[in-house]
């Protein structure tokens, strides 16, 4: 699977609506749409500049829904043709429960991630989020043309 288009994240992000979490992965009521707008929406307060972290924490659950169990690594291999090397980083990394490397980035996300799980405030909607995911893969894209 390959994700060639803002558009098709978003679908994927939208089919993840009203879908179960994962109670293996200590899953709160949230499910994993609701649980990447609070992640994301965490990420802006706490880090308004960043907006590939934001992106990062906006697209980590969607694995939880398509691939329960080992959703990580997949996610980030998913993402990264589009959104780039530092949010498939990050994505990746987020999850891997070996000792965490002293990296803001990674802690910051990993906090909101959990965070995320239980809390309970209106985190907007995905449309919110489309020109976000748009700047953020054109600039992919021009990095890309410059390598």
């Known amino acids: ?4 288009s803002v558009e098709e994240l978003m679908g994927l992000l939208y089919a ?3 879908a179960r979490p994962d109670p293996g992965r200590g899953g709160g009521p ?17 880090r308004p500049a960043d907006k590939e972290l934001q992106v990062a924490g906006l697209v980590s659950p969607v694995g939880v829904f398509l691939w329960p169990g080992d959703p ?3 996610t ?6 589009l959104l780039g090397a530092r949010v498939a980083r990050l ?30 405030f209106d985190a907007g ?9 748009e700047l953020t893969a054109a600039r ?8």
Not at 125 to 133: A, C, I, M, N, Q
């Open 91 to 120: 994505v990746h990394r987020q999850a891997v429960p070996e000792p965490w490397p002293q990296d803001d980035d990674l802690l910051g996300l990993r906090q909101a991630y959990e965070e995320a799980r239980t809390a309970v």
């Open 30 to 46: 949230a499910d994993p749409h609701t649980h990447a707008l609070r992640t994301a929406a965490l990420l802006r307060r706490r």
């Open 72 to 74: 990580a690594g997949r």
């Open 125 to 133: 909607v995905l449309e919110d989020w489309r020109t976000v995911l």
């Open 76 to 81: 980030a291999t998913l993402v990264r043709p």
């Open 1 to 4: 699977m390959e994700l060639r």
């Open 16 to 18: 993840c609506r009203g």
């Open 140 to 147: 992919n894209t021009r990095l890309g043309a410059l390598d």
